[in-house]
C-alpha cells in the first residue's frame, strides 16, 4: 500500500530549526519528483520547494530561499525539509507529495500521491 508519512514537526522559537522528514512505503522515491507544501490556518497551500527524481535538481519558494534545504535519501526512501531560521510565517502544516512533475509555484496541484502532514509552529 503506498503511503508517505510525515514527520518532524513540533514548535520552535523564531530562529530555531527543525528537519521534517518524509518516509515513503509502496514506492520508490528516487522515481519521482518529491515536494515539500504547506497550508497556514486560513490560507491556500504553497508551494515549498520539489526535488527532482535522479538528477536531484531542487527548486524553492522565494520565501524561504537560504533557509531550507531539501534532500533526499535514496537507500532510505526517504526526503528531508531542513528548516533553519524559521519565522512565526513559517508556521503551517507542512506536507509531502510525489508524482512525476512537481512545481513550487503550482503548490502541489495535479499531484497524485501525499502524506496528511506534520504541524509546525513556530512562536516568537
Known amino acids: 500500500q503506498l503511503q508517505l508519512v510525515e514527520s518532524g514537526g513540533g514548535l520552535v522559537q523564531s530562529g530555531g530549526s527543525l528537519r521534517l522528514s518524509c518516509a515513503a512505503s509502496?514506492?520508490?522515491?528516487?522515481?519521482?519528483?518529491i515536494g515539500w507544501f504547506r497550508q497556514a490556518p486560513g490560507k491556500e497551500r504553497e508551494g515549498v520547494s520539489c526535488?527532482?527524481?535522479?538528477?536531484?535538481?531542487?527548486t524553492y519558494a522565494d520565501s524561504v530561499k537560504g533557509r531550507f534545504t531539501i534532500s533526499r535519501d535514496n537507500a532510505k526512501n526517504t526526503v528531508y525539509l531542513q528548516m533553519n531560521s524559521l519565522k512565526p510565517d513559517d508556521t503551517a502544516v507542512y506536507y509531502c507529495?510525489?508524482?512525476?512533475?512537481?512545481?513550487?509555484?503550482?503548490?502541489?496541484?495535479?499531484?497524485?500521491?501525499w502524506g496528511k502532514g506534520t504541524l509546525v509552529t513556530v512562536s516568537s
Open positions: 507529495a510525489a508524482d512525476f512533475v512537481c512545481s513550487v509555484s503550482a503548490g502541489g496541484y495535479g499531484m497524485d500521491f
Open positions: 509502496g514506492i520508490s522515491l528516487e522515481n519521482y519528483n
Open positions: 526535488i527532482a527524481s535522479y538528477e536531484g535538481r531542487t
